[in-house]
C-alpha cells in the first residue's frame, strides 16, 4: 500500500483546492490518519490556503508548523546561498516526522507564483523522487483549444516522466464544457503515459470571490452583516460615481459597489434593491476615503428587517480600492461549505473514484470513523439519487443545506411555501439553488386530491371534509401527502416546528412497516474513534417488552444499513443474572423475544452500559460475550435514561449526535431539532435518501 501522492502541475491557478478536496474527500473516507504536507509556503501571518483548508475541514490533529517544509523566503535563501541539497534535505525530514504520524500524505507542490518558476519544476520533481511519490498531474484547460490541452498533458508528462517520476494519474481541469468529451477522447490514446485520464468541467462560481475573501485581502471594517453575508459571491466590481437615475441602470447580479462613503443617494439607492422582486441584487457595498454614512442613514439601515447585503470601510481611496478588488482572487475557505459542496460536485461528477482509488492502493479500514461515516453519506445519497421533500422552504438553514446538497449532487430536493417569498429570501441569501422546486400547497392543483385521499383515509377517526381541507393547509400534512402519494421519496422537518407537528401526519397515514408494531428513533453518536448507534432516544417513552424488541431488531438494521456491525447490548441497572425486579425483567424478556425473532444479530441483554462498552469490565461481568465489551448499538430501557445518556455523552465526550433517525415507517422521515445546524440537515436529508434506497419504489410516481 502506498503511503503518499503528489499533486503537480506547472501552471499557477490550475484549480488545486478542487483536485485536493476532492481526493481529501475519498481518502477520508478509508483511511484513519491523513496527513497534508506543502514542501513551500509564503511567509507571513497568514496560513496556507491549502493546509488550512484541509487542516480545518478534516479536523487533523496537528500544529500548522508541522505541515510544510520552508518558507519562500527561506527557500530563496538556501537557493541563492548554494545550498540547494540542504533545502531538499530539509524538506525531506520534516516530510518525514509528519509521516511517521500518519497512515497517508498528500503532498500539495508549488503554484508557480513564488520562489522561481523556472527552479520549481525541478524543485518538485526532485522532491516527489526523493520520498519515492507518485504523481497525481493536474493540467490547467482554462482558456485553451482542445488541442493545446492535449499537448499541454503530454508535455507535462513527458517533463516529469524524463526526471524519473511516476505518474499515477492525470487530471484535466478548468475544461469548457463543451469541450470535455473532445479532450476526453482524445486522451484516452495516452493512457499508459498519463495514467486515468479524468477531465473537469470549468466552473465560473469557483472563480468569484466571496466578500469575505475581498474584506480580508482590503482589511476592510464591517459596518454591518459582517457574519451573514460572507460568502456572497462577487461575479463583478463596479464604481458608483454616476447620480442615482444613471447608476440603477448599471446593476447586475453579483456586483460589488465601490463607492466614497458620503455618496448617501447611491448608499440608499442600493438598499432599494432589497424591495424590488426585478431589481438586481448586490453582493456588498464597500465605502472608500475611510467615509461613513451620516447617523440617519446608519440608522436606517440597522433597523432594516430584511436581510441586508454587506456594508464595508475601506481607508483606501476609490480608485485604490477598484485596483485592490482586481487583484483578489478567489480561494476556497474551511467555512465555505457553499463553494466546498460546488467543488466536490466538479471533482466527483468527472472522477471514477473507484478506479483512482484503486490507483492510490488505499485499504479500506475495518472501523467506521465520525469522517468516514459522514462522509460516506453523501456518498451512498449519490449513488442512487432520490427526491427529498423539505416542508419549511422559508428557512435559512434548510435554503442553505439545500444549496450544499444539490451542488454535491446528492438528492433532488422540492420545497414547500409561497414561491415568491422563496425565491425573495434564497435571492436575498445570495444562493443558488435554480435547481430546486418549490411548490405552494395552497396554489399547487393538487389540494382536491389530497384532501379527498385524507378524508377516506382518516373519516373512520371522525374527520370531517371540512376538517381534512383545514389539515392540508398545513405543510407537514402537505409534504407527507406528497410522500405518501409517491410523489417524492422522503421527508425532512423540524428545524421550526415541533417533533409532534413534524411527526403526526406520519403516524397517521404513513404508518409503519409490516412486522413492526411501533415507530421508533436512534441516534448516530460520532465518537472520537468510533460510531454507535443508540436508541430509542426520542419517541417512545416506556415500551414494553415486545417495543423494547422492536426497537432493538430495527435499531441493528439500521446500524447495519450504515455501515455499523451491529452488536446489541439491551442496557438495564444490571448484568445477566445479578439482578431482580420489574425494569430488569422487562428487558431481560426484550432479549428473548428479540433473539427468537432475529437468531442471526448477536444480541446481549441485561447488560451495564460499562459492560457493554468496555472489554475489561465485559471480562469480569459477563466473560465469553461476543457482544459486551464491544457492543455497537445500545437499547435503553425507556426514553428518560436513553435521552439523557446521549445528552451527556454528547457534551461529555465532544461526540457528534446525528439525529433523530425514525425507524420502523412505510417511507423515510425525519425530524430536525430546532436547534439545528446547516450540517445537521445536511446529514439528515442524505440519511432519509439512504433509507429511500432500501425500502424500494415509492407507492406511486408523479405523472
Do not use: W
Not at 526532485?126 to 503530454?154: F, H, M, T, W
Not at 466590481?237 to 447611491?266: S, W
Not at 439545500?402 to 422540492?414: F, K, Q, Y
Request: charged content about 25%; glycine content about 8%.
Amino acid at each position: 500500500m502506498g503511503k503518499n501522492l503528489y499533486i503537480a502541475t506547472m501552471e499557477p491557478r490550475s484549480g488545486k483546492s478542487v483536485v485536493l478536496l476532492g481526493l481529501m474527500e475519498l481518502l477520508s473516507r478509508r483511511i484513519q490518519k491523513i496527513g497534508i504536507f506543502r514542501p513551500i509556503v509564503r511567509a507571513g501571518e497568514k496560513p496556507d490556503d491549502y493546509l488550512e483548508l484541509v487542516r480545518t475541514r478534516y479536523k487533523l490533529d496537528f500544529d500548522y508548523e508541522e505541515l510544510y517544509g520552508v518558507t519562500h523566503q527561506e527557500a530563496r535563501d538556501k537557493i541563492s546561498g548554494g545550498e540547494y541539497d540542504a533545502l531538499i534535505k530539509t524538506m525531506v525530514d520534516k516530510y518525514k516526522a509528519l509521516e511517521r504520524k500518519c497512515d497517508f500524505v498528500v503532498l500539495v507542490g508549488t503554484d508557480f507564483t513564488g520562489v522561481a518558476t523556472a527552479f520549481e519544476f525541478d524543485f518538485n520533481a526532485d522532491i516527489a523522487n526523493q520520498l519515492g511519490c507518485p504523481l497525481l498531474l493536474l493540467v490547467n484547460g482554462y482558456e485553451k483549444s482542445p488541442a493545446d490541452i492535449v499537448d499541454a498533458a503530454r508535455m507535462t508528462c513527458e517533463a516529469f516522466v524524463e526526471q524519473g517520476c511516476t505518474v499515477m494519474a492525470t487530471i484535466v481541469n478548468r475544461v469548457k464544457q463543451e469541450d470535455l468529451r473532445g479532450v476526453a477522447r482524445r486522451l484516452s490514446d495516452n493512457t499508459e503515459e498519463l495514467g486515468p485520464v479524468y477531465v473537469l468541467k470549468e466552473e465560473p462560481a469557483l472563480n468569484f470571490p466571496t466578500v469575505g475573501t475581498v474584506a480580508r485581502a482590503l482589511n476592510a471594517r464591517f459596518l454591518t452583516m459582517e457574519g451573514r453575508g460572507l460568502y456572497r459571491e462577487v461575479r463583478l466590481y463596479k464604481v458608483a460615481a454616476m447620480q442615482l437615475r444613471n447608476y440603477l441602470a448599471h446593476m447586475e447580479d453579483g456586483v460589488l459597489i465601490i463607492t466614497p462613503g458620503d455618496r448617501a443617494d447611491v448608499i440608499l439607492g442600493s438598499l432599494i434593491t432589497l424591495f424590488s422582486e426585478g431589481a438586481a441584487r448586490i453582493a456588498g457595498l464597500i465605502l472608500t476615503g475611510g467615509l461613513e454614512p451620516e447617523p440617519p442613514v446608519m440608522k436606517l439601515i440597522e433597523g432594516l428587517e430584511k436581510p441586508c447585503f454587506p456594508i464595508m470601510s475601506v481607508e483606501t481611496d476609490t480608485f485604490t480600492t477598484a485596483m485592490n478588488v482586481s487583484a483578489v482572487h478567489s480561494t476556497i475557505t474551511p467555512g465555505n461549505e457553499r463553494k466546498i459542496a460546488l467543488a466536490l460536485g466538479v471533482f466527483e461528477s468527472r472522477v471514477d473514484l473507484a478506479e483512482l482509488e484503486e490507483r492510490i492502493a488505499v485499504a479500506r479500514s475495518d472501523r467506521v470513523t465520525p469522517l468516514m461515516f459522514e462522509y460516506e453519506l453523501i456518498e451512498r445519497a449519490k449513488a442512487q439519487r432520490k427526491h427529498i421533500m423539505l416542508p419549511e422552504g422559508k428557512e435559512e438553514r434548510i435554503l442553505r443545506a439545500s444549496e450544499i446538497l444539490l451542488r454535491r449532487g446528492a438528492v433532488d430536493i422540492t420545497l414547500l411555501g409561497s414561491i415568491t417569498e422563496i425565491r425573495q429570501k434564497i435571492a436575498n441569501l445570495g444562493l443558488d439553488l435554480g435547481k430546486v422546486k418549490i411548490i405552494d400547497p395552497l396554489q399547487s392543483g393538487r389540494q382536491e386530491d389530497f384532501i379527498e385521499t385524507y378524508y377516506g383515509l382518516r373519516r373512520h377517526k371522525g374527520i370531517t371534509r371540512d376538517q381534512a381541507r383545514d389539515v392540508m393547509m398545513d405543510v407537514s400534512y402537505f409534504g407527507t401527502m406528497m410522500i405518501h402519494k409517491g410523489l417524492a421519496d422522503g421527508m425532512v422537518s423540524g428545524s421550526a416546528h415541533t417533533t409532534q407537528h413534524t411527526l403526526r401526519p406520519s403516524f397517521e397515514f404513513i404508518r409503519t412497516k409490516p412486522g413492526f408494531s411501533i415507530v421508533s428513533s436512534v441516534f448516530f453518536m460520532c465518537l472520537a474513534d468510533r460510531v454507535l448507534v443508540y436508541g430509542d432516544c426520542a419517541v417512545n417513552a416506556n415500551p414494553d417488552p415486545a417495543q423494547l424488541a422492536d426497537i432493538a431488531i430495527a435499531s441493528a438494521e439500521t446500524a447495519a444499513m450504515f455501515g455499523v456491525e451491529p452488536r446489541i447490548a439491551m442496557l438495564s441497572y444490571s448484568t445477566g443474572e445479578s439482578g431482580k425486579g420489574e425494569d430488569v425483567e422487562r428487558v431481560r424478556e426484550a432479549t428473548r423475544i428479540a433473539r427468537s425473532r432475529r437468531p442471526d444479530f448477536k444480541i446481549e441483554g441485561p447488560l451495564q452500559y460499562d459492560a457493554a462498552i468496555d472489554a475489561g469490565v465485559a471480562a469480569a461481568k459477563m466473560p465469553g460475550s461476543e457482544v459486551a465489551g464491544h457492543a455497537t448499538v445500545f437499547i435503553f430501557p425507556d426514553l428518560n435514561t436513553g435521552n439523557n445518556t446521549y445528552k451527556a455523552v454528547q457534551r461529555s465526550a465532544q461526540a457528534v449526535a446525528i439525529g433523530p433517525v425514525l425507524q420502523g415507517l412505510n417511507r423515510p422521515v425525519n425530524d430536525l431539532s430546532r436547534g439545528c445546524t446547516v450540517t445537521d440537515i445536511v446529514n439528515t436529508v442524505a440519511i432519509t435518501a439512504i433509507q429511500a434506497q432500501t425500502m424500494g419504489p415509492t407507492p406511486e410516481k408523479a405523472p
